[in-house]
């Protein structure tokens, strides 16, 4: 069976890479930086995919401290840029199916809701980035996803129409943007799922493994 789309968008973090562990790190020492206590990865892991200004009020509504986030953020992101390659890791797979869609001819692109300075130097450092030209972050537009703006963005970039593409993300966030752009998605098992049951969510397609993506549904 032929592949039915002429671009994939992916997301980027439980997606495509596991950066979880870089993630906490850096919400942790910007909760030690307020004198709070450290939390525990497992948690951390429910927080993330909104973006990182929802990340850290997560954190610190966990921790029951009233705060301004807009006296937090540049802290944390000092920490989030010392700690973007500590630890990330490529998931199984995905190597091989950014392979198989550049030999077929087919576009793949990146819509995350990580800050864009961030993304293509954590691409570059796990051998990704040769396979990325168009890269959406959560500050490349005015709105980030959920909102349909980033993703129909990279379609029209492409020229093409949102029934010619598939987006492939892990999370409630990206379910919504997918339903908000009316476009096909494949929902990955082993992201940060943030309690959402895969195969609970109507009119996805739910794939254990990203080489899925390519064999017929």
Known sequence: MDFPYSLVVFDLDGTLVDSASDISEAVNRTLVDWSLP??????????????????VGSAFEHAGKAIDLDEVMPGFMVHYADCLLLYPSVYPGVVDTLETLRARGIEVAVCTNKPERFVRPLLEALQLGDYFECIVGGDTLAQRKPSA????????????????????????????????????????????????DPHAVAGVRVIDDLRELLLAA
């Open 38 to 55: 450290r939390v525990d990865e497992t948690v951390i892991r429910g927080w993330i995919g909104d973006g990182a200004r929802a990340l």
């Open 149 to 196: 703006v980033p993703l129909l963005h990279v379609v029209e970039k492409f020229g093409l129409q949102v029934s010619q593409c598939l987006m492939v993300g892990d999370s409630a966030t990206d379910v919504e943007t997918a339903a908000a752009a009316n476009m096909q998605m494949a929902l990955v098992t082993y992201g940060y799922l943030r309690g959402v």
